[in-house]
Protein backbone atom coordinates (compact mmCIF):
# COMPACT_ATOMS: atom_id res chain seq x y z
CA UNK A 1 0.00 0.00 0.00
CA UNK A 2 1.12 3.63 -0.59
CA UNK A 3 -0.20 6.90 -0.25
CA UNK A 4 -0.56 9.47 -2.63
CA UNK A 5 -1.65 13.23 -2.01
CA UNK A 6 -5.09 13.83 -3.54
CA UNK A 7 -6.19 16.95 -3.45
CA UNK A 8 -5.67 20.23 -1.41
CA UNK A 9 -7.22 19.98 1.62
CA UNK A 10 -7.27 22.76 4.61
CA UNK A 11 -5.21 19.58 6.44
CA UNK A 12 -2.67 19.19 4.18
CA UNK A 13 -1.19 15.65 5.62
CA UNK A 14 -4.84 14.00 4.19
CA UNK A 15 -3.80 11.50 1.83
CA UNK A 16 -5.69 8.94 -0.03
CA UNK A 17 -4.63 5.56 0.18
CA UNK A 18 -4.11 3.45 -3.23
CA UNK A 19 -3.62 -0.07 -3.08
CA UNK A 20 -1.87 -2.14 -5.86
CA UNK A 21 -4.04 -5.13 -6.46
CA UNK A 22 -2.45 -8.29 -8.40
CA UNK A 23 -3.39 -6.93 -11.69
CA UNK A 24 -1.53 -4.26 -11.82
CA UNK A 25 -4.35 -1.57 -11.74
CA UNK A 26 -4.54 0.88 -9.10
CA UNK A 27 -7.86 0.66 -6.73
CA UNK A 28 -8.86 3.68 -4.98
CA UNK A 29 -9.48 3.12 -1.16
CA UNK A 30 -12.94 4.58 -1.50
CA UNK A 31 -13.55 1.89 -4.32
CA UNK A 32 -11.69 -1.39 -2.40
CA UNK A 33 -14.57 -2.90 -1.31
CA UNK A 34 -13.48 -5.26 1.90
CA UNK A 35 -14.23 -9.40 1.03
CA UNK A 36 -13.27 -12.11 3.32
CA UNK A 37 -12.37 -14.04 -0.16
CA UNK A 38 -8.52 -14.55 -0.99
CA UNK A 39 -6.42 -11.93 -3.46
CA UNK A 40 -6.30 -14.74 -5.79
CA UNK A 41 -10.23 -15.57 -5.90
CA UNK A 42 -11.33 -12.01 -6.15
CA UNK A 43 -9.10 -11.99 -9.11
CA UNK A 44 -10.55 -15.10 -10.92
CA UNK A 45 -13.98 -14.38 -10.20
CA UNK A 46 -13.70 -10.81 -11.82
CA UNK A 47 -12.33 -11.93 -14.69
CA UNK A 48 -14.81 -14.58 -15.03
CA UNK A 49 -17.89 -12.04 -13.90
CA UNK A 50 -16.17 -9.72 -16.36
CA UNK A 51 -16.31 -12.08 -19.17
CA UNK A 52 -19.66 -12.86 -18.51
CA UNK A 53 -20.89 -9.09 -18.07
CA UNK A 54 -19.25 -8.32 -21.94
CA UNK A 55 -21.50 -11.01 -23.23
CA UNK A 56 -24.37 -10.66 -21.90
CA UNK A 57 -24.04 -6.47 -23.63
CA UNK A 58 -22.92 -8.51 -26.86
CA UNK A 59 -25.61 -11.07 -26.84
CA UNK A 60 -28.29 -8.52 -25.83
CA UNK A 61 -27.55 -6.23 -28.67
CA UNK A 62 -27.05 -9.14 -31.15
CA UNK A 63 -30.57 -10.20 -29.83
CA UNK A 64 -31.86 -6.86 -30.05
CA UNK A 65 -30.74 -6.32 -33.48
CA UNK A 66 -32.49 -9.28 -34.32
CA UNK A 67 -35.68 -8.56 -32.98
CA UNK A 68 -35.29 -5.15 -34.89
CA UNK A 69 -34.79 -6.73 -38.08
CA UNK A 70 -36.68 -9.61 -38.10
CA UNK A 71 -39.04 -10.30 -41.12
CA UNK A 72 -41.65 -13.28 -42.47
CA UNK A 73 -44.78 -14.88 -41.41
CA UNK A 74 -43.74 -15.21 -37.96
CA UNK A 75 -42.90 -11.76 -37.46
CA UNK A 76 -44.79 -10.73 -34.56
CA UNK A 77 -44.12 -13.99 -32.80
CA UNK A 78 -40.32 -13.82 -32.79
CA UNK A 79 -40.30 -9.96 -32.52
CA UNK A 80 -42.24 -10.64 -28.79
CA UNK A 81 -39.74 -13.50 -28.26
CA UNK A 82 -36.56 -11.48 -29.04
CA UNK A 83 -37.42 -8.20 -27.01
CA UNK A 84 -38.72 -10.84 -24.64
CA UNK A 85 -35.11 -12.37 -24.41
CA UNK A 86 -33.10 -9.32 -24.23
CA UNK A 87 -34.74 -7.43 -21.63
CA UNK A 88 -33.54 -11.07 -19.68
CA UNK A 89 -30.26 -11.13 -20.70
CA UNK A 90 -29.68 -7.20 -20.21
CA UNK A 91 -30.78 -8.09 -17.06
CA UNK A 92 -28.26 -9.99 -16.13
CA UNK A 93 -25.73 -7.31 -16.99
CA UNK A 94 -26.36 -4.95 -13.70
CA UNK A 95 -26.42 -8.03 -10.90
CA UNK A 96 -23.00 -9.57 -12.33
CA UNK A 97 -21.23 -6.45 -12.82
CA UNK A 98 -22.12 -5.49 -9.29
CA UNK A 99 -20.98 -8.84 -8.01
CA UNK A 100 -17.47 -7.78 -9.14
CA UNK A 101 -18.00 -4.35 -6.94
CA UNK A 102 -18.85 -6.64 -4.13
CA UNK A 103 -16.06 -8.52 -3.62
CA UNK A 104 -13.59 -5.42 -4.37
CA UNK A 105 -12.79 -6.15 -8.34
CA UNK A 106 -13.51 -3.29 -10.72
CA UNK A 107 -15.67 -3.96 -13.98
CA UNK A 108 -16.32 -3.18 -17.38
CA UNK A 109 -16.06 0.65 -17.95
CA UNK A 110 -16.60 1.32 -21.63
CA UNK A 111 -17.69 -0.01 -24.93
CA UNK A 112 -14.33 -0.74 -25.73
CA UNK A 113 -13.28 -2.91 -23.19
CA UNK A 114 -16.70 -4.67 -23.59
CA UNK A 115 -15.07 -5.30 -26.96
CA UNK A 116 -11.76 -6.45 -25.99
CA UNK A 117 -13.47 -9.01 -23.35
CA UNK A 118 -17.04 -10.43 -25.63
CA UNK A 119 -16.44 -13.96 -26.80
CA UNK A 120 -19.66 -13.39 -28.53
CA UNK A 121 -18.75 -12.04 -32.06
CA UNK A 122 -21.24 -9.67 -33.86
CA UNK A 123 -23.45 -10.10 -36.52
CA UNK A 124 -23.01 -6.58 -39.13
CA UNK A 125 -25.09 -8.51 -41.76
CA UNK A 126 -27.50 -6.41 -43.72
CA UNK A 127 -29.99 -9.06 -44.03
CA UNK A 128 -29.93 -12.41 -42.02
CA UNK A 129 -32.95 -15.18 -42.51
CA UNK A 130 -35.12 -15.63 -39.91
CA UNK A 131 -33.96 -18.97 -39.22
CA UNK A 132 -30.88 -18.14 -39.67
CA UNK A 133 -31.03 -15.90 -36.95
CA UNK A 134 -32.49 -18.25 -34.49
CA UNK A 135 -29.96 -20.77 -35.47
CA UNK A 136 -27.34 -18.04 -34.12
CA UNK A 137 -29.14 -17.43 -31.24
CA UNK A 138 -29.28 -20.39 -30.37
CA UNK A 139 -26.10 -21.43 -30.31
CA UNK A 140 -24.44 -18.03 -28.72
CA UNK A 141 -27.23 -19.24 -25.70
CA UNK A 142 -25.13 -22.47 -25.57
CA UNK A 143 -21.86 -20.78 -25.61
CA UNK A 144 -22.95 -18.66 -22.97
CA UNK A 145 -24.63 -20.99 -20.86
CA UNK A 146 -20.83 -23.19 -20.94
CA UNK A 147 -19.00 -19.70 -20.15
CA UNK A 148 -21.96 -19.32 -17.20
CA UNK A 149 -20.64 -22.67 -15.87
CA UNK A 150 -17.05 -21.76 -16.45
CA UNK A 151 -17.67 -19.68 -14.04
CA UNK A 152 -19.35 -21.13 -11.79
CA UNK A 153 -16.70 -23.52 -11.13
CA UNK A 154 -14.14 -20.64 -11.04
CA UNK A 155 -16.36 -18.82 -8.08
CA UNK A 156 -16.39 -22.50 -6.77
CA UNK A 157 -12.94 -22.92 -6.32
CA UNK A 158 -12.52 -19.21 -4.42
CA UNK A 159 -15.43 -19.75 -1.98
CA UNK A 160 -17.38 -17.29 -3.93
CA UNK A 161 -20.67 -18.94 -2.81
CA UNK A 162 -23.18 -15.74 -3.49
CA UNK A 163 -21.76 -15.21 -7.15
CA UNK A 164 -21.88 -18.63 -7.63
CA UNK A 165 -25.77 -18.73 -6.59
CA UNK A 166 -26.07 -15.91 -8.88
CA UNK A 167 -24.57 -18.26 -11.69
CA UNK A 168 -27.49 -20.90 -11.29
CA UNK A 169 -30.26 -18.66 -12.36
CA UNK A 170 -28.65 -17.46 -14.93
CA UNK A 171 -27.54 -20.98 -16.80
CA UNK A 172 -31.30 -21.83 -15.81
CA UNK A 173 -32.77 -18.90 -17.89
CA UNK A 174 -29.98 -19.12 -20.72
CA UNK A 175 -30.97 -23.00 -21.04
CA UNK A 176 -34.40 -21.95 -21.50
CA UNK A 177 -33.66 -19.30 -24.49
CA UNK A 178 -31.63 -21.99 -25.98
CA UNK A 179 -34.73 -24.42 -25.74
CA UNK A 180 -37.16 -21.91 -27.02
CA UNK A 181 -34.75 -21.24 -30.27
CA UNK A 182 -34.11 -24.75 -30.82
CA UNK A 183 -38.02 -25.07 -31.18
CA UNK A 184 -38.58 -21.70 -32.75
CA UNK A 185 -35.99 -22.94 -35.43
CA UNK A 186 -37.49 -26.26 -36.22
CA UNK A 187 -40.43 -24.60 -37.05
CA UNK A 188 -39.43 -22.10 -38.92
CA UNK A 189 -37.45 -24.70 -40.83
CA UNK A 190 -40.48 -27.06 -41.42
CA UNK A 191 -42.11 -23.77 -42.86
CA UNK A 192 -39.62 -23.20 -45.38
CA UNK A 193 -39.23 -26.80 -47.05
Known sequence: MINIPTRRAANPSVYRKVFLVSTKSKIAADLNTPTDLAADG?????????GLVADAFALYLKTKNFHWHISGRHFRDYHLLLDEHADQIFATTDPLA???RKIGGRTVHSIGEIAKLQSVKDNNEDYVPPVEMLHELMDDNKKMAAALRKAHKICDDADDVASASLLENYIDETERRTWFLFEASRQEGANEK
Open 42 to 50: VEKVTKALN
Open 98 to 100: ERV
